[in-house]
């Protein structure tokens, strides 16, 4: 009887360690999903950081373009302006795609895409300005006048 008691406990404490050792390995498991899952959105995260830095760096190399222009009159500087509003468009794809299955960063890239539009048009009506009044000056002879 007492080695009947005493399989009986070595089996009661063998199927304890099991569910327990399950328990712990469900556990991990879990944990390391979640774990991989949060690695995957701070990954996502940065790609979006890293979009929109491009973005702003496209912009300021237009903004950059536009001054080399207006200061020296070359259109060579223009250069900046024209290469970073064709990467622009690229920069704001990727952002868009970055953003599709978020309905409140969509709502944000919405805003910041309509601002980019906006800056660009203010850009190229200050280079058309420009150019008119280049054109206009370089019209007149001022050794008439």
Request: aromatic content about 6%; cysteine-free.
């Amino acid at each position: 009887m007492i080695i009947w008691n005493l399989e009986r406990q070595l089996v009661v404490a063998f199927a304890m360690v099991l569910v327990v050792s399950g328990s712990l390995i469900a556990a991990f498991s879990r944990n390391m999903e979640d774990l991989e899952t949060t690695d995957r959105m701070v990954t996502h995260t940065y790609e979006v950081i890293g979009a929109l830095q491009s973005t702003l760096v496209n912009i300021l190399n237009a903004e950059t373009g536009i001054r080399g222009y207006l200061l020296t009159g070359k259109t060579s500087y223009q250069a900046p302006y024209h290469e970073a509003v064709t990467g622009l468009g690229i920069k704001l794809e990727r952002l868009n795609s970055l953003t599709v299955n978020n309905p409140s960063q969509q709502r944000r890239f919405q805003d910041l895409h309509k601002l980019v539009l906006r800056q660009l048009a203010k850009f190229n009506a200050i280079i058309t300005q420009a150019q008119t009044q280049e054109e206009g000056l370089n019209g007149i002879d001022t050794r008439k006048a």
